[in-house]
């Protein structure tokens, strides 16, 4: 199916306007896709409206049905910026991408091209099936072509916490959600295509621009925070078009204070279009969310489940965030392979959260549990616009620095905006709020006080175990413990400002189709007794499953400056790192520490 069509060096083509005909979508499914097929779409055979799923039990009994896109859609065909064998010209490919400046970085790198990212969206493939062998269809309607698209609101408007706005926004909110729900499913703004826009991203739907061989992958890279804020921004430009209210905002889900850390009483009226009964059923209200998740219901006290909430999110936004590379993830160039490394938040506790929320009596841990699935629960929106509120906190009260390669900031991406149309967007035009026209409330931050403290400092128990390069590589299956040498120790304060020292965990190869969790400690001889608010407790390597199977090899970055001054432990020659099996199988490749810059 051709998707959309190349710009032409001068000017974008002009979409075609999408056909519109009378589908009902499913309610509260979760079905595995909606698209039989990504070339040639097939009409639905089983339609289900909202009055007739209106149960629990019959809408889980629609959960894997497939509906699609009518056989009148036709796919679209570009000739701009392609072959006669409908191929992309290289040079065509690299204007298309930054310009001159991609083009020039063609004539200094040959094997290796630093290029920004795009996604190929004339070449939208489905996903295989997931490891239970059910289908997962992501490709969203065709077009004709796309515009470019620059913000620039003259008003900007507060996003609020969901647990605190009103009984008016909640049934407003609700009513977006519901027209969004009762569009046609060949609209784009359709309720369940706007969660195949998330399904396509980050199943691998696309490949890269210009290395048809690559995929593109949105999640566990520095592309994570950006694209993730532009799919809210377009989510909620569509709200307020439907609710003719350019005022409206979406909530966010403030699980990072003790006054929010349950799911929001918003998502959990079955009366309302935004509840999806498809969620742990052990996880709802009064139920604190556990922001460290790792597959386990902790048999603890509600009060103590806060204070590791608290402990977590200062590690996540204080002590793993100290540099950019750690904020945001690691750099996803064109050509490169996906998954390069995760960021700190995206880490935990997006991934955690998802997971805590999904369905364990699906088969997938469906809605949120599942990456391709987790756009069809309403929730998934406010649990969003808080991880996008952690970069406005990044930015705004903890003063950082955002990344500023050009590789990042020319990077793109295409949506379907309020009018049903694709535009593309950059990296770069995400950065500014009071473009977007939207912020967040200044509220405390609890968390700022809860830096985890050493369970027993100056400890070294590095002299009975192994060298990192005696037990690497390794499947990790077992609990293991090695010794891991330090480049350089008691660094000045100078030093340290400038670097962060890090602990960089290489090679990780799993399944993406299965969540994968391991804990890191350091300096630990125990680790059953160590918790979240312990500094041993570095925190985990933690992989969302996307769907169908899918073989990666990835990174995760641990900075642990702060952690060795805290275990007094900054003139040790070496550290003991322990890795703790908790999920999924998954070799390590290697383990090293660096210093990574700081600006």
Known sequence: MAFFSLPSLTHPIHPTPVSSFSLKPLICSSSPGFFSHPFRPTRVTNQKSHAEASTCKAQKADHHQNPSTDDSISSSKSKCGKTSAGKFERRDVLLGLGGLYAATTLGTKQSSLALPVSPDIFNCTEATETRNGIPINCCPPSAAGYNDYTPSASEVYTRMPAHAVSHDYVKKYSSAITKMKNLSM?????????????????????????????????????????WHRWYLYFFERICKNLLDDDTFTLPFWQWDDSSGMQIPSMFNDSKL??????????????????????????????????????????????????????FFGQPLLGGNDPDPGAGSIENIPHNCVHDWVGDPSQPNNEDMGVLYAAGRDPIFYAHHANIDRMWYIYDNVLKRKNIEDPDWLNSSFIFFNEAARPVRVTVKDSTNLAKLGYTYPDLPLSWLDCKPKARRKGLNPTKSAPKASEVMPMQLEKPISFVVERPKKSRSGKEKAEAEEVLKIKGIQFDKGETVVFDVFVNEDDTSQSNPCKAESLGSFNSLAHGHSMKSTTSQCFAISEVLEELGADDFDSILVTLVPRRGAVTIGGIEITFVPKS
Not at 188 to 211: I, T
Not at 220 to 226: A, G, I, Q, V, Y
Request: glycine share 4%; proline share 11%.
């Open 273 to 326: 279009s935004l509840y999806d009964c498809i969620r742990n059923p052990k996880h709802l209200p009064p139920k604190v969310v556990d922001l460290a998740y790792n597959g386990t219901d902790l048999p603890i006290d509600p009060n103590i489940q806060i204070q590791y909430n608290c402990c977590t999110m200062y590690t996540q936004m204080i002590t793993q965030s100290s540099t950019p590379d750690c």
């Open 186 to 226: 060949s609209d784009p703004r359709n309720f369940y295509q706007q969660a195949n826009v998330h399904c396509v991203y980050c199943d691998e739907g696309y490949p890269q621009l210009g290395f048809p061989d690559k995929k593109l992958e949105i999640h566990s890279s520095w592309l994570f925070f950006p």
